[in-house]
Every structure is written in C-alpha cells, then in structure tokens.
C-alpha cells in the first residue's frame, strides 16, 4: 500500500491488532490510549471517595477502620491527582487535538510521544502495586517525617510510581513546546492560534520547569528513608518545613498543569456555541501566561501555619491575591463573549456553563483561604477540601467533560445521544454542589479534614455531602454508558456537525492517518464566526459547503 493510500484511511480502521496500537506513533491513537488509561485511574479514584463518602455518613468508624481509612483517601488523591487530573486535557485533547489545531501531521517527537505513555503506565504500576500489597498511609501529599521515617506502608514504591510519572509529564510538555513553535502552518501566527493552543503551550512551560523541584523531592525522601540521610527528620538535625517548601513549589504549579488546559478548553467551546470570537482574545492568550508566572511564587500560602515568618505569609498572601486577576480576566471574557451572541445550549455549552459557575465559587473562596487571618481558623478543615474540589473537578472535570462532548465527534467519527448527554451534564452539576458545598459549612465550623470519626452534630451536612456524591456518580457513569454505546450506534458524525471554525474541523471526522493530504494555508482571523449561525448538531447532508473554511496548497 502506497503512503498516499494510506494516508487516506482512518487511524482507527487502518490497522485493527493490538500491537499496531501498542507501537503506534500517531499521535492521535497516543491520545486515545491515554483516554483510556486515565479512565482507569479515574474509576478507581472514584470508588475510593464513594467509600470515604460511604464511611463520613455517620459519625462513627464503622464501615472501615482508621488505618483503611487513611490508605483510601490517600488512594483517592494520588489517583486523582497524579494519574487522572494532571494527564488528563494535556495528555488526551492536547495529543489528539494540537498538530490538527496547528496543520501539521503529528507531534515533533512521535517516538516520544509514545515512550512518555508507557512511563505513565510504568509509573502507575508501581502505585498500584504498592496499593495492592499494603497500600500508604500518608496522604497524597506525602508529608515528612512521617512519611520518610515512620509510616510502615509501601510509601517509596508509590512516591517511585509518582516520581516516573513526573517524566512523562515533562517529555509531554516538552513535545508540545517544540510543535507549537516548529510546525504551525503557513500563515498560521500567534494571534491566529485556538485559545486552546495558547493553554497548552502556557501548561507545558510549567510542566518543564516545576515538575523536575518534585521529582528531587521524592529521591530525598527516599535518601532520608532508605540511606539514613538527615534531611527532613527535626530528631536528627533536619527540617520538615524545608519539604513542604519543595512539595509545594512544585504541587501549587501542579494546579495550573490541571486547570490551565481546561480554561483553554472553554472559549473554544463558548466561542462555537455563542457564534461570536473570544471577547478580548489576546486579553484571554496572555491570562494563561500570567497564571503560569504567578503560579510559581504563591507556594507559600499552604504554609501560613507551617511555622514561616508573618512577613513571608504578607507577601505570600498578596500573591496569591494577585494570580487571581489574570483568572478574573478570563472568567469576564467568557462572560462578555456569551453577551447578545446566538447562544445554542449544546452539551459541550452545558459544561461551559457548569464549568465557570464552579470555577468561580472555587475561585473566590481560594482567597478566604489566602488571607492568613481566616486560613489559621480554616486550614485542614474541609472547607479546604470544598475549595480544591471546586477547582479542580467542578472546574477541570468540567472542562473535560465539555471538551470530550465537544470532540467526540472528531474523535470517533460517531454522534452520541444528545438527551442523554445533557441530562449527565445537569446531574453532575447539581450532584456536585450537593457534595461539596456542605463541606464548606463544615469547614467553617471546624471539622477537620482527613478525619473518619466526627462531633454527631456534624452528621447532617455529612449525609447531605454523601447522597450529593451518589447523584455525582450517577452523572459521571453516563458518559462512561452512552459513549461507548455511540462508537457502535451514534449517528455517523459530518467533518463539522457544531459548525465550528479551526483547522481541526476541515478534515474528515475521524481524521485520515496523517491528518492532512496537503499542508494547510490559514487565511483568516481565529473564530471567524461573524457570517455562521448555528443550526444544530449537522447530518451528513446537511454539511454547508463553507465547513472547510481553510484553502490548502500542496506540500
């Protein structure tokens, strides 16, 4: 078969056997493998909180014990954390989405790509086993000397498992950096590229530059553990602060690495379903920056009671007010775009929606937590616990949501059922809030995190917090249900069934082998949407002709 042939089929009908997906080096097969990957850690993490749910509804340990306990929810966190929300947008839309987001043909580094899934795989390995045989005991967090001398779990294969991972997520940024710079297509500029691209060139940065601070905090833990090292342990002459410092010059980055691609994700979608360009687009383009520079020096704010000086706990506080403007610009110029814009309440805009309202409310209640007067009342309550679940799942688990529903079609060539797909976004928005705004009542009035036994007076919004995360979980199996259900029997998806603009939506649905017969010539200001109404989800011959809005040349 000739290359050109070839490049005409499928990259999900070109070849059928497990090993062509095993060595494969499309990137677009890379980045399904990680869909179902992280679906994998997602689950179990998932059914890790459904038994500290199940545990917290009543006031006593009765369903598991203390030492269960702290191995679940530190189960839960790792899995979520490190193997679910860091890799998820980056790993899966980003690898998918930025060479046809860009006109190119694959990611610079295609070997790469590949080796940096299977360190993802490896690294997992190692956690799960070490879950498996005994689990840990530590919290997702690791802190020292706890977990450096004294806990008697199977820390260091789980922090090894963490520590490979950290590398697959740096050879992933790295690959984007250079595609991004290197193999846009003609004509294509900065100012021209998705909001998208601009967010995962902004997270990749960051997953190069911070990941590496973690990945040497891990091997001098297990210096400490397994060499005799004094480094953290205060009997010997170390300094626990010194590890939190570096945990979380690393982890407080980490939550740009999880929520960055997702804000990327959101005026690609607003744009489409609002019929109009980003209101401020370069506004939104330098923001993700902004959040990437500030999201390296506010660290601090974990550590108002770890003991640093008040003068450091000032400036850590106004920086950390400060990294939320660029986060405010954002939120307004979604806003701004939606106003008198042709709105069309797709899934993917459900989403949307869902997306800023938690993100918001995550948001605003970040800076109670960065003022240190209120944060030595409220740190390791749940109101800390509400704040990050609103962050990082009602915002990132949002935006990928949306940005599956929004590219399913691209993705798999198949439409899914749209009731049922808005019926999941209503359930996980509504089974959300139940879930966790509670625990901000809770977190108020003093309930510790990390506990399994608690006042009885606290049982109430306790119960109100689990029957919420049974609605949750509820949502989250639909998509899981009629997704799978759409690759046999969803409707045969058209090139462009949103209507929307980029080059990722002028070429077939799903995408040929190489993406494009011929290198792409970009003509036109991003999100032309001006002349384009939309009408609905489009059948294949219902597709208007201007769908390729992008004239091509020959290579």
Known sequence: MTAHADSKLSYLTSTRTISSWLLTLDHKRIGILYLL???????????????????????????????????????????????????????????????????????????????????????????VWAVLWGGVDTGWTFYVPYSSVYSNTLVMPAAMGIFITGFSSILTGLNFIVTIHRMRAPGLTWFRLPLFIWAIYATSLLQVLATPVVAVTIL??????????????????????????????????????????????????????????????????????????????????HMFVAGQSAYAATVFSLL????ALPSAVKVFNWTATMHKGQIS???????????????????????????????????????????????MVGGMVMAYLGGIHFWWPKITGRMYPDG????????????????????????????????????????????????GASVLALGYAFPLTYLLWSLKYGA???ANPWGAKGLEWTVPSPPTTMNFDTIPIVTEEAYNYEESPFEGPLAPEKVPSHTVALPHASH
Not at 221 to 239: C, H, L, Q, S, T
Not at 270 to 285: D, L, N, Q, T, V
Not at 449 to 456: A, D, L, P
């Open 37 to 127: 990957t992280i679906t994998v850690f997602f689950a179990i993490g998932g059914i890790a909180a459904s038994m500290i749910r199940l545990e917290l509804a009543t006031p006593v340990g009765d369903f598991l014990q203390s030492e269960t306990y702290n191995k679940t929810f530190t189960l839960h966190g790792v899995m979520m954390i490190f193997f679910f929300l860091i890799p998820s947008i980056p790993a899966v839309l980003g690898n998918f989405l930025v060479p046809l987001m860009i006109g190119a043909r694959d990611l610079a580094f295609p070997r790469l790509n590949l080796f940096s899934w299977y360190l993802l795989i490896v690294g997992a390995s190692f956690t």
């Open 220 to 301: 001098l833990v297990f210096m400490e553990r397994f060499m005799g090292f004094a480094i953290f342990d205060p009997k010997n002459g170390g300094d626990p602060v010194l590890f939190q410092h570096l945990f979380w010059f690393y982890s407080h980055p980490a939550v740009y690495i999880m929520i960055l691609p997702g804000m990327g994700v959101i005026p690609e979608i607003i744009a489409c379903f609002s019929r109009k360009r980003p209101f401020g687009y370069e506004f939104i383009g330098f923001s993700s920056f902004a959040i990437a520079i500030y999201g390296t020096v506010v660290w601090g704010h």
């Open 320 to 323: 950390s007010y400060l990294v």
């Open 345 to 391: 309440f797709e899934t993917p805009m459900l989403y949307a929606l869902g997306f800023i309202g938690l993100f918001t409310i995550g948001g605003l209640t970040g800076l109670f937590l960065g003022s240190p007067g209120l944060d030595v009342h409220m740190h390791d309550t749940y109101f800390v616990v509400a704040h990050f679940h609103y962050v």
């Open 420 to 467: 049922w797909a808005r019926l999941s976004a209503i359930l996980i928005f509504v089974g959300f809030n139940f879930t966790f705004f509670p625990q901000f009542i809770l977190g108020y009035l003093g309930m510790p995190r990390r506990y399994h036994v608690y006042e009885e007076p606290f049982q109430v919004l306790n119960v109100m917090s689990s029957a």
């Open 492 to 494: 045969v998806a058209p």
